[in-house]
């Protein structure tokens, strides 16, 4: 007694040829609620209303240093409050130097003479490297004047 096997047979028990992606998605879509869960956590969250600029836009370092003047002229480095007579002790104290880039973000609510102020300070600290923060976009036209 033989057994024949029909070529349907052979495509029966034959080896497959595809990839399950089905596993791929689940690490895809796990991956995208870790990464939207973190992305937000990862930016400066204090509250400034900043003016725009239209400038180009700069490339920023990997761990940039934010100094912030908010509109009650309350002073912080990154999100941490300091006193203005503590700034430049306080930023001494990281290892990253005195010359990296400062970046300073003010409210539009700030007096100009405020930001002069803790730009002077830094400056007395050594701190030689500042950039000022702004939005992009367009820069508001006083009345009266020509639209471009």
């Known amino acids: 007694m ?17 990839i399950n992606v089905t596993p791929f998605i689940d690490v895809m879509l796990v991956l995208l609620i870790i990464f939207m869960i973190a992305a937000p956590l990862s930016t400066v969250d204090l509250p400034v209303d ?12 990997d761990k940039p240093t934010y100094v912030t003047i908010k509109s009650d002229l309350a002073v912080a480095i990154g999100e941490t409050p300091v006193k203005r007579v503590d700034l430049v002790r306080t930023l001494d104290a990281s290892p990253d130097g005195k010359e990296r880039r400062i970046f300073l973000r003010a409210d539009k609510a700030v007096p100009y003479g405020e930001l ?13 490297k500042v950039a000022l923060v702004a939005l992009e976009g367009v820069p508001e036209q006083p009345e009266g004047a020509a639209k471009p």
């Open 50 to 61: 900043l003016p725009t600029s239209t400038a180009t836009p700069q490339k920023k370092p």
């Open 2 to 18: 033989g057994i024949t096997l029909s070529d349907d047979a052979d495509d029966e028990f034959g080896e497959a040829h595809e």
């Open 116 to 128: 002069m102020d803790v730009l002077e300070r830094l400056r007395a600290g050594g701190y030689l």
